[in-house]
């Protein structure tokens, strides 16, 4: 009876040493990276139990403004210590005099850390080289001056740039392929999404120290500074945007109360986005959370762009022959033919009716376009760039139609039968019914004319590179596929865009004293919304300058605004003066 329950209890010893070397398989050899379903990553979890490290530089690529200076981030020289040091005797004394602090401060601070920190954080105090060279030569373990990365928290274009965080669902999903540690940050919005790829860390720049298991130092290691094996990572992504421009716009932006809405300014030559505001601003404790503000960039989302689309119309009517000097609309009339209870301008002939953005005339114009040919309008807002994408996207390294922006494409009609209906086409010949455009598509078309025609595609990026400056690629000027106006159209536009400011009567007369001379469009928008028993209104004014040798395209708009709200033709003056006096003060 005995030997059978040794036998049994063998067995049972046996089974249970079968489960523990299982389970032992497991942890150190099958799921040693993704243990349970958590997805726990044991080596990492190793590591950190017998080390203490400071995180320099997640490794992650940056943005840099066109000139190369940082627009994410800043690196700081600063003074690192560890919180093993509390245990130590050392020369706190020495190293207060390098830096001018208070021994107890350095001490205190020490004292009370559970990890490396960077004296003076969240302002850490920041070093001057000699400071650095004296502190290193001290050679005290735990002390270490060094550069550290700080990524901004608020930075100007936060919705162009975008943002990033921890999703490691979305990280697996995106790169199936590819091993990445669970923490790393990936693109969620923006050109942080757009460029991801590239973005991604090759590895951290880092201290590491060894300790013991009360948190000690193991004297006989000496602290490791860990970097990413590839000299060339990470990689910067060095926009178009110019420091003072986005900084400038984005001050006026909020100057002028504008609470949705924002401006584009587009260089006009090479077609790249020199700054771009949108509003309201993200809100960094609860980013995607619309009600208070949200990440959605509104200069790249289609708005109903209101008398903005009579430009496309113009364009139409020019090439058909719809128009001489001789022909007179009645402004005293409704697009249905009824008497106007708010506009009693009379008869007009076609420059001022653009001018003074009579709805008469360009209803009356849409409904003989649709005769012709029901497609016109689409075509002409195609040719103008107002609809498609206008962003830049090609092949380009193992990338195949990569969009450097992340766009809405505009629409003229919703429904294929309306084309054919007169008043939906006398509602869409003034930019209202179904007519869509983003405020980037708007800038475009503007430059597209003061171009003479010439489509391109907008850029926000101009080159990838090395961490040492060299060029991993570059993103080249291109033209938008697809048929454009002739230069014959659109000297016929630049005139009337310029009539628009000049005529004592035109909607942007408000702008003939600037200093720069502008030709442009106003646009008011019904959106059909309500606040309260007030409709809500989007405004623009898009147009370019200096008039004679254009340089700048500009767009600023006011979505869903009471009609008691100011345009934004002061908000684009502002604008149009500070870029006057900041041209003229470099020259």
């Known amino acids: ?95 207060s005099e390098i830096i001018g602090a208070s021994e107890y401060a350095l001490e205190y601070a020490v004292e009370k850390a559970k990890k490396p920190f960077a004296y003076g ?27 550290k990365k700080y990524h901004l928290t608020q930075n100007p274009a936060e919705h162009l740039i975008g943002i990033t965080g921890e999703n490691e669902t979305l990280l697996r999903k995106r790169y199936p392929d590819k091993e990445l540690s669970s923490k790393t940050m990936v693109g969620l919005t ?22 013991d298991a009360t948190g000690g130092p193991l004297f006989g290691i000496n602290v490791k500074y ?39 300014l587009l260089d006009i030559e090479t077609n790249s986005v020199l ?46 022959e719809l128009i001489n000097p001789s022909r007179q609309f009645d402004c005293s009339k409704t697009i249905t033919g009824e008497p106007d209870p708010l506009f009693q301008y009379g008869m007009l002939d076609f420059s001022t009716s653009f001018a003074r953005s009579c709805n008469n005339t360009f209803a009356t114009i849409a409904k003989e376009l649709k005769e012709i040919d029901p497609n016109i309008l689409e075509n002409y807002a195609e040719k103008l760039s107002l609809i498609g994408s206008v962003g830049w996207k090609g092949d380009i390294y193992h990338f195949e139609d990569f969009k450097q922006l992340q766009e809405d494409k505009g629409r003229v009609f919703l429904a294929e039968n309306a084309k054919k209906d007169d008043n939906f086409v006398a509602l869409t010949g003034i930019g209202q019914h179904e007519v869509r455009a983003t405020p980037l598509a708007v800038a475009n078309m503007m430059a597209t004319i003061a171009r003479g025609g010439n489509k391109k595609m907008v850029r926000v990026a101009s080159k990838i590179e090395y961490k040492n400056s060299t060029s991993l690629l570059d993103f080249k000027e291109q033209e938008i596929e697809g048929e454009t106006i002739s230069p ?23 702008l003939q004293d600037l200093p720069y001379e502008v030709a ?68």
């Open 1 to 95: 009876m005995w030997k059978k329950r040794a036998v049994i209890w063998l067995c049972l010893c046996l089974a249970g040493l079968m489960v523990l070397l299982a389970r032992l398989i497991q942890l150190q050899l099958v799921e040693t990276e993704h243990f349970t379903k958590r997805g726990i990553n044991l080596l990492e979890a190793s590591v950190s139990q017998r080390s203490q490290e400071m995180i320099l530089d997640t490794g992650r690529g940056n943005f840099l403004y066109k000139d190369g200076t940082p627009i994410t981030h800043q690196s700081k020289p600063v003074l690192i210590l560890f919180p093993f040091l509390k245990k130590m005797d050392w020369d706190s004394k020495h190293v």
């Open 121 to 147: 954080e969240p302002n850490p105090i920041e070093l001057t080289e000699p400071q650095m060279e004296k502190i290193n030569a001290l050679q005290i373990p735990g002390v270490f001056a060094v550069e």
């Open 190 to 211: 923006g050109m942080e999404k757009s460029f991801d790829e590239f973005l991604l860390p090759d590895g951290k720049s880092k201290l590491v120290y060894h300790v």
């Open 226 to 264: 860990v970097e990413p094996a590839n000299p060339f990572y990470p990689v910067n992504i060095k926009t178009t945007l110019d420091s003072d421009l986005q900084e400038m716009v984005e001050q006026l932006v909020d100057a002028h109360k504008i609470e949705r809405g924002g401006a584009v």
């Open 275 to 320: 700054a771009m505001v949108s509003r309201p601003a993200i809100n960094q404790a609860d980013p995607f959370n619309k009600e208070n503000g949200g990440t959605e960039n509104l200069m790249l989302k289609e708005q109903i762009i209101g008398s903005v689309f009579k430009t496309a119309v113009t364009a139409a009517a020019i090439d058909y």
């Open 488 to 510: 014959y159209t659109a000297m016929k536009l630049q005139k009337l865009l310029r009539e628009v400011v000049v005529n004592k009567n035109g909607t942007g007369r408000s």
């Open 520 to 587: 442009g469009k106003s646009g008011t928008g019904e959106t059909g919304r309500m606040h309260g028993e007030k409709p809500l209104y989007n405004k623009w004014f898009a147009g370019y300058f200096p008039f004679d040798k254009p340089k700048y395209a500009l767009v600023t708009v006011r979505l869903e605004a009471t009609g008691n709200t100011s345009s934004t033709s002061p908000l684009f003056a502002d604008i149009v003066k500070e870029i006057y006096n900041n041209d003229h003060s470099q020259n």
